[in-house]
């Protein structure tokens, strides 16, 4: 099922669908794409949309403009909030790091200048991470007296382990795409004019095979990351129980056995 989405829905990001990807590009370039509430409400919709599209088998996920991902938070938005109000705009953002990160479709962040704050959070929630040479990133929330809010202290000791992240955390330091290669954080380094290609290469890629294959083998890394080894093995069980129960696995080992390509189905 496709679903009727389009570019002029949203006022700060714009939306396309094209060869099976949906492209979801914050589109506040003057202000280097902060993030404000009315952003985060508008990619919310904007990838509830693409779960929900059937004819949608990946995300690409990116910044307007040659200088930034997405520079953090609006400031000026947050100067007069309250306690109150602080904890409801974290648990946004926090809700919709976690529709990215469970999607059960492969979201590439494609970084393209600035990913901090707010920014570098959104990027960690996203399957993939690929960065143009100029990228940079950061949890520099100490600097302006608050912390990570949308995730970062979770997913970064996740990513780059606890010393690395609490390090980057406690310091405020921005780090360059090389650094962050380095450390975990990014998968690879693209040149700038190449990186949305490089991304619909990967889709590609992902794309070929099984959709019930790569949403379960994404639920479980992401489930198992959290428990012990047993655990993870159990739900890597139960896990592989659903797939084999699907059209698609009497298909591709059909396909394997009778060497031709497979036609998958998503069912």
């Known amino acids: 099922m496709s679903v009727a989405i389009t570019t002029s829905t949203f006022g700060h990001i714009l939306y396309e669908t094209k060869n099976a990807i949906a492209y979801i590009t914050l589109n506040r370039p003057k202000v280097l794409n902060a993030l404000n509430k009315c952003v985060i409400m508008e990619l919310k919709v904007a990838f509830e949309a693409a779960r929900e ?9 990116t910044g307007a403009g040659d200088k930034a991902f997405a520079a953090g938070a609006d400031i000026s938005e947050m100067l007069n909030d309250t306690p109150i109000e602080a904890e409801e705009k974290t648990r946004l953002g926090q809700a919709l790091t976690t529709l990215i990160e469970n999607l059960g479709k492969p979201v590439i962040a494609a ?11 959104l990027a960690m929630a996203s399957t993939i991470r690929l960065a143009s040479e100029t990228a940079k ?9 608050i912390m990570p809010g949308y995730g970062g202290t979770q997913r970064l000791p ?11 955390i406690l310091t405020g330091d921005v780090i360059g795409a090389e650094e962050a290669h380095r450390i975990g954080l990014v998968n690879e380094i693209v040149p700038s004019g190449g990186l949305i290609a490089r991304a619909e290469a990967i889709l590609k890629q992902i794309s070929a095979n099984a959709p019930q294959g ?4 994404i639920e479980a890394v992401n ?23 699907t059209e698609d696995k ?3 080992t059909t396909a394997f056995l009778g060497k031709r390509a497979p036609q998958f189905q998503g069912r």
């Open 53 to 61: 599209d059937s004819t949608v088998r990946g995300v690409i996920f």
């Open 250 to 252: 009497k298909e591709g």
């Open 223 to 245: 489930r198992g990351a959290d428990t012990s080894l047993d655990e993870g093995l159990l739900i890597e069980a139960s896990l592989f129980a659903l797939c084999a129960a």
């Open 137 to 145: 990133f950061g949890q520099p929330e100490v600097k302006i007296g």
């Open 214 to 217: 790569v949403k379960f083998s």
């Open 111 to 121: 970084v393209n200048g600035y990913a901090l704050g707010g920014g570098c959070e």
């Open 158 to 168: 996740r990513l780059v382990g606890k010393g690395r992240a609490l390090q980057l």
